[in-house]
């Protein structure tokens, strides 16, 4: 596709349940970036890739959170054992290479997760 | 850590007026890249402008331009001739050339009157 992509658009889930979220980058794109945006608030870090070195996982709120991303490919946000807390739009994003900090960062259109 | 202030939740502007938007931040760093980033009700992102701190011309994208402060750390956003389709939230963002997460405000939610 054209643009990035993520699946689910809408997950709701019943607090303690494991969730999966997915986002398909630009084709090309090395660097992938995961954030979080709460209601009214504005987008926090969470994980960062560039291609094959280690992520950059400075952002994950708690070691229930995880990411993985293989090659520069595809990429899975992991939630386990979900709690009200973590209801957000889940935001990925894609760039051309991620150390060049002027490089635009193309954005999904985000996984809208509710936990009840 | 550098923060990102957007001290205006909500603005509104007459159609075909113009609109600053404000962005303040804070670093200790002297190279940076600034960003602004429009997010309608769709959620999608999409970048409106952006700023190199080393170059002291301000930016320009068609009716979208800045007023680049260096020295106060101000980064705000002047739309003209506002369109409806301007309306959504806009992210004021800070990028470090060290550090990779991008920094972003709370946001400033436009609304635009026909």
């Known amino acids: 596709g054209a643009g990035v992509s993520q699946s689910p658009s809408n997950k709701v889930t019943e607090k303690g349940k494991d969730v999966e979220l997915r986002c398909d980058p630009i084709?090309?794109?090395?660097?992938l970036y995961w954030y979080r945006q709460r209601l009214g608030q504005g987008l926090e870090f969470l994980i960062y890739?560039?291609?094959?070195?280690?992520?950059?996982k400075s952002g994950l709120p708690s070691d229930r959170f995880s990411a993985e991303r293989t090659g520069e490919s595809v990429s899975t946000l992991t939630i386990q054992r979900t709690q009200q807390e973590d209801s957000a739009v889940y935001l990925c994003?894609?760039?051309?290479?991620?150390?060049?900090?002027?490089?635009?960062?193309?954005f999904g259109p985000g996984t809208r997760l509710t936990v009840l | 850590a550098q923060t990102v202030t957007q001290s205006q939740p909500e603005m509104s502007v007459q159609e075909a007026e113009t609109v600053t938007l404000s962005c303040t931040y804070d670093?200790?760093?002297?190279?940076?890249?600034l960003f602004w980033y429009k997010q309608p009700p769709s959620r999608q992102m999409i970048l409106v402008i952006r700023?190199?701190?080393?170059?002291?011309q301000n930016a320009t994208e068609n009716r979208f331009s800045v007023n680049f402060q260096k020295a106060a750390k101000s980064f705000s956003l002047k739309i003209s001739d506002s369109q409806l389709g301007d309306a959504a939230m806009y992210f004021c963002?800070?990028?470090?050339?060290?550090?990779?997460?991008?920094?972003f405000g709370a946001g400033t939610r436009l609304t635009v009157k026909p």
């Open positions: 994003a894609s760039s051309l290479r991620g150390r060049a900090s002027y490089n635009e960062q193309f």
């Open positions: 084709s090309g794109h090395t660097a």
């Open positions: 890739f560039q291609g094959n070195s280690a992520p950059d």
């Open positions: 670093t200790s760093e002297s190279d940076y890249y």
């Open positions: 700023q190199e701190a080393y170059k002291q």
């Open positions: 963002a800070y990028r470090s050339t060290i550090t990779t997460p991008m920094r």
